[in-house]
């Protein structure tokens, strides 16, 4: 079994800074993509920003140059470090992966339970 735990939401001044954790355990073989996805009430979820392997990033529009992307593959954890923070920033931020099985060697994609962030003006 594989689980994702997301860790290091909270509550924030706009212009604020946070650090986003993911940490996988289980039965792992490999993770291939890492993933931040968000989601306020109401809202359809969206990707926040994604990671490869090998480290190539890419970012939702609405949050480049303020949020980056970041892996320790030695610790199968990604991490989402957040600047500059606005109010619109403000959702359940979900981790998700693909990865491999160590049993079956499968790909598999995985969610985290998610941890919210919310930025107040």
């Known amino acids: 079994q594989v689980q994702l735990v997301e860790s290091g939401g909270g509550s924030v001044q706009a212009g604020g800074s946070l650090r986003l954790s993911c940490a996988a355990s289980?039965?792992?073989?490999?993770?291939?993509?890492m993933r931040w996805y968000r989601q306020a009430p109401g809202n359809q979820r969206e990707l926040v920003a994604v990671?490869?392997?090998?480290?190539?990033?890419n970012y939702a529009d609405s949050v480049k140059g303020r949020f980056t992307i970041s892996r320790d593959n030695a610790k199968n954890t990604v991490y989402l470090q957040m600047n500059s923070l606005k109010p619109e920033d403000t959702a359940l931020y979900y981790c998700?992966?693909?990865?491999?099985?160590?049993?079956?060697?499968?790909?598999?994609?995985?969610w985290g339970q998610g941890t919210q962030v919310t930025v107040s003006s």
């Open positions: 998700n992966a693909d990865i491999q099985q160590r049993v079956g060697g499968r790909q598999v994609n995985y």
């Open positions: 289980g039965s792992i073989f490999n993770i291939n993509y």
């Open positions: 990671i490869t392997y090998g480290g190539s990033t």
